[in-house]
């Protein structure tokens, strides 16, 4: 199987992003489920707008997508994206995230936002 190739300065934007443990983390969820940012909170020691802000950086890239329900938006990974292999890539070499999304699933924060 060819895979694609990305071009080189998007691909070191994509390390660059993912150098950072918070959204290498996000990422890590995304691959597992999506989230919506209340659920976020649950496993970060940061705040709503914080949050925010790297799932921005993470849909800019075109890694995340996000999509609009009622009042919410939920984010998963952009599985259409060109980057998309490199990223699942990434992902092989770092521990998943199934502790965080139980720790979401425990405290359901979607009841309490309304999400």
């Known amino acids: 199987m060819l895979e694609s190739k990305v071009d080189l300065d998007k691909a070191a934007n994509i390390l660059k992003l993912l150098g950072d443990k918070t959204r ?7 691959k597992q489920r999506e989230c919506c940012v209340c659920e976020f909170l649950e496993v970060f020691d940061t705040s709503q707008p914080s949050i925010s802000q790297h799932l921005r950086k993470l849909k800019d890239a075109g890694m995340v997508k996000e999509e609009r329900r009622g009042q919410w938006i939920y984010y998963s990974l952009n599985q259409q994206s060109e980057i998309y292999g490199l990223i699942q890539d990434i992902l092989e070499h770092v521990p998943d995230q ?10 359901n924060p979607t009841l309490r936002c309304g999400c």
Not at 98 to 107: H, L, P, Y
Request: charged share 30%.
């Open 24 to 30: 290498l983390t996000i990422v890590g969820i995304l």
């Open 98 to 107: 199934t502790d965080k999304i139980k720790m979401i699933d425990k405290n």
